[in-house]
């Protein structure tokens, strides 16, 4: 991640203005949300297209779509043809329905409920309160248990960003011993499925809620590695399946504070025999005043979940109050790295 340059001879005016292209961030956010909401980038899919016949498909006023696909022109999602028609752009087929990286349903998460609980970040910082709890009247994981149609779109907005992670997790990290793999929390198997692949000789077990890894057996299929997989649906602060030799936290600890961080923690040491691994797959906040994408995803977990990303010492604090300790950090090609953790 980086910053805009720090303007150089007290130029105010160039502070001023790189401030403000901060500050209107949520225009583009906003802007780009309809267009995946409405789908445009599939209705231009087959060619261009006016819009009047982009209005008609998506139920919109024209005059106001025309706006839109105006303004998304000019952020060069969308171009406008000589004929007055729209077509797709090298950015407009990223939020394409089933693209690499499923930026669609990220980009709706962004715009729905990821951006309500943004709303409330003063409340957070002001209270230490979980804004979107505060203006939902629910926690964020409740509410994709009761909506059906959000948690589809963060399961797939969660399955997709996790391949890649996946892929660079088995490359840094030398699984060759391996041979039952746990993945805690592990969702529809979007990252233990790309862990076996990579691994042919392992088996897995993915192990989540009875609600979503119900929907696990399509995806696990489609990897080809089902038929080396068990799936096991519990609640990981209660206990955590045994018989493992490798266990996976990936983008579990930081949805939660210290105290059920380490519940996890000490569901997973429980579970593992002596001579396990765990693996918790976070990304590590750097000290100082270094850009990091961390230090950005720490505030979002603080408004999303009441969790947050951490520092290695912090990380180092958490593992040994679970009875575990922190052995080494490893990074990845992508903003995650791999914190080793053996049973002290």
């Known amino acids: 991640m980086s910053r805009p340059s720090e303007p150089q001879g007290g130029d105010v005016a ?48 024209a005059p106001s779509l ?10 060069g999602v969308f171009r406008e043809n000589e004929a007055g028609e729209y077509e797709t752009t090298a950015l407009g087929r990223c939020l394409a329905s089933g693209s690499p990286g499923a930026l669609r349903a990220r980009t709706i998460l962004n715009g729905e409920d990821w951006y309500t609980g943004w709303g409330g970040l003063l409340h957070s910082v002001r209270t230490g309160e979980t804004a979107f709890d505060h203006i939902a009247g629910r926690s964020f994981f409740e509410h994709l248990a009761a909506n059906a149609e959000a948690a589809a779109v963060f399961n797939e907005a969660m399955a997709s960003s996790t391949e890649g992670a996946a892929r660079a997790v088995a490359d840094a990290y030398d699984l060759s011993q391996s041979k039952t793999i746990v993945d805690v ?5 979007a990252f233990l499925a790309g862990i076996l692949q990579a691994n042919p000789w392992a088996r897995g077990v993915l192990f989540d809620r009875p609600n979503v890894v119900a929907a696990a057996g399509g995806l696990l299929t489609r990897a080809g590695v089902a038929d080396r997989c068990d799936v096991v649906a519990g609640d990981f602060f209660e206990a955590v399946p045994g018989g493992g030799d490798v266990y996976i936290l990936s983008w579990i600890i930081h949805d939660w504070d210290d105290d059920r961080g380490v519940t996890i923690l000490k569901n997973c040491r429980r579970a593992m025999a002596d001579n396990a691994r765990l693996l ?20 979002h977990m603080l408004v999303l979940s009441g969790g947050r990303e951490r520092r290695e010492d912090e990380y180092r604090a958490l593992l040994a109050a679970a009875d575990l300790q922190l052995a080494r950090i490893i990074p990845t090609d992508v903003p995650r790295s791999v914190i080793e953790a053996l049973p002290r």
Request: aromatic share 6%; proline share 5%.
């Open 66 to 75: 025309y706006r839109l696909m105006r303004a998304l022109a000019g952020l």
């Open 14 to 61: 160039q502070a001023q203005a790189a401030l403000q292209q901060m500050s209107n961030g949520y225009w583009a956010t906003q802007i780009i949300y309809v267009a995946a909401k409405l789908g445009i980038a599939d209705l231009l899919k087959d060619g261009p297209r006016g819009i009047h016949a982009l209005a008609e498909s998506t139920e919109t006023h």
């Open 280 to 299: 918790v797959i976070e990304q590590v906040i750097p000290p100082g005043n270094q850009p990091s994408l961390g230090k950005l995803y720490d505030l």
């Open 185 to 189: 929390g592990g969702g529809t198997g």
